[in-house]
């Protein structure tokens, strides 16, 4: 059973920094694009930053010099740093990943964490 594991998540002034971080642990061959959502009250869920299994890395234009993602392939993880909040980042944060289960026959599967709070005060 794969799961996907995230933490991190807090309450921080604007202004302020948090990482978020997330885990990939079960029968895992492979990870394709490793990716970070968000969802705030009354709104849609909309795509934060992504990172591909080459490296490349998309960010939404809000939080385009602000946040980075990176991810370890070695430890099956991915992190967000968040930088310079603002009370609009507040949201609950998902961890979103493309994962090869099976080989014979192959079978990816698309997995979502159970979500992290970040609340930013102004």
């Known amino acids: 059973q794969v799961q996907l594991v995230e933490s991190g998540g807090g309450l921080v002034q604007a202004g302020g920094s948090l990482r978020l971080s997330c885990a990939a642990s079960?029968?895992?061959?492979?990870?394709?694009?490793m990716n970070w959502y968000r969802q705030a009250p009354g709104k849609q869920r909309e795509l934060v930053a992504s990172?591909?299994?080459?490296?490349?890395?998309n960010y939404a234009d809000s939080v385009k010099g602000r946040f980075t993602v990176s991810r370890d392939d070695a430890k099956k993880t991915v992190a967000l740093q968040m930088n310079s909040l603002k009370p609009e980042d507040t949201a609950v944060y998902y961890c979103?990943?493309?994962?090869?289960?099976?080989?014979?026959?192959?079978?990816?599967?698309?997995?979502w964490g159970q979500g992290t709070q970040v609340t930013v005060s102004s």
């Open positions: 979103n990943a493309g994962i090869l289960i099976s080989a014979t026959p192959v079978r990816w599967g698309n997995y």
């Open positions: 990172v591909s299994n080459g490296g490349v890395t």
């Open positions: 079960g029968s895992i061959f492979s990870i394709r694009a």
